[in-house]
Nanobody
Framework: QVQLVESGGGLVQAGGSLRLSCAASGTIFSVTTVLWYRQAPGKQREWVATIASGGTTTYIDSVKDRFTGSRDSTKNTVYLQMNSLKPEDTAVYYC????????WGQGTQVTVSS
């Protein structure tokens, strides 16, 4: 049974930082491409970042140079380091894998106050 569990969200002031974690069980993250999404209130869920199995990372333009994805294979965990946070980054953040089978975590709330 594949499970993804996000953590690390919280309330932070604009300009602050948070590091989100996505821990996996039932699958090996080191060979899996992991995607991060977010959904703000009243908006559609949007893709934020991809951390490819080979290590390549790609980001939506609005977070480039502020967010950094990484993985720790020893912990079967993927991270999203978020710096210089802005109020518009406020959303529930989700990780997702397609291995095949489409798996999502439960989400973690990020709130950035101005």
């Amino acid at each position: 049974q594949v499970q993804l569990v996000e953590s690390g969200g919280g309330l932070v002031q604009a300009g602050g930082s948070l590091r989100l974690s996505c821990a996996a069980s039932g699958t090996i993250f080191s060979v899996t491409t992991v995607l991060w999404y977010r959904q703000a209130p009243g908006k559609q869920r949007e893709w934020v970042a991809t951390i490819a199995s080979g290590g390549t990372t790609t980001y939506i333009d609005s977070v480039k140079d502020r967010f950094t994805g990484s993985r720790d294979s020893t912990k079967n965990t993927v991270y999203l380091q978020m710096n210089s946070l802005k109020p518009e980054d406020t959303a529930v953040y989700y990780c997702r894998i397609l291995i095949p089978g489409d798996y999502w975590g439960q989400g973690t709330q990020v709130t950035v106050s101005s």
